[in-house]
């Protein structure tokens, strides 16, 4: 989101360089630079012990290819914590181990993921009312369900899948 009214006062925008950051929308009344923002979500590949991954169909989002697990990060929350907070209340099971993967700009929602492999000893899911369907999948499999290449989820899955050659 590009400021063109100050949020504090709405005072209408200037540019005015700043710095290496080049021309940002600036409020003269309040003296402070408006820098873009956008939201910050999480993404998180659920593997269980058997090596299968945890894919989910969001209607609302694809009635052709499964999802990962993802949301957005709440005031307060640490990225690990959103990753946590969402598996939970997507599929009902809890992590075990969690590392951070990656950064992924979705270029379609103006949005950053933060991406994370997780781990699980539960294989019972329990959905929350915005998944509509939810499976196991070999991790092999997995990846011809998701999103295709250049997709975060499809970046994820093919990331996992490394982890399991070395």
């Known amino acids: 989101m590009r400021f063109e009214f100050c949020p ?15 021309n940002i929308p600036y409020c003269s009344k309040c003296g402070k630079p408006l820098f873009d923002m956008f939201s910050t979500c999480v993404i998180a590949l659920v593997a269980n012990s058997d090596g299968e991954i945890a894919l989910l169909r969001q209607n609302y989002i694809s009635d052709k290819y499964y999802n990962l697990v993802s949301g957005y990060i709440k005031p307060g929350e640490t990225a690990e914590e959103t990753a946590r907070r969402e598996v939970k209340e997507e599929i009902g099971v809890e992590v075990r181990d969690m590392q951070f993967a990656g950064s992924f700009w979705f270029a379609k929602k103006e949005m950053l993921m933060l991406g994370f492999i997780a781990e699980t000893s539960d294989k019972r899911l329990t959905l929350s009312k915005e998944v509509d369907e939810a499976c196991w999948k070999p991790a092999r499999e997995a990846l011809g369900c998701v999103h295709p290449e250049g997709s975060v989820s499809y970046t994820l899955v093919k990331k996992y899948l490394q982890t399991l050659s070395d």
């Open 8 to 22: 504090d006062c709405g005072e209408k925008t200037q540019l005015k360089e700043i710095g290496d950051e080049g």
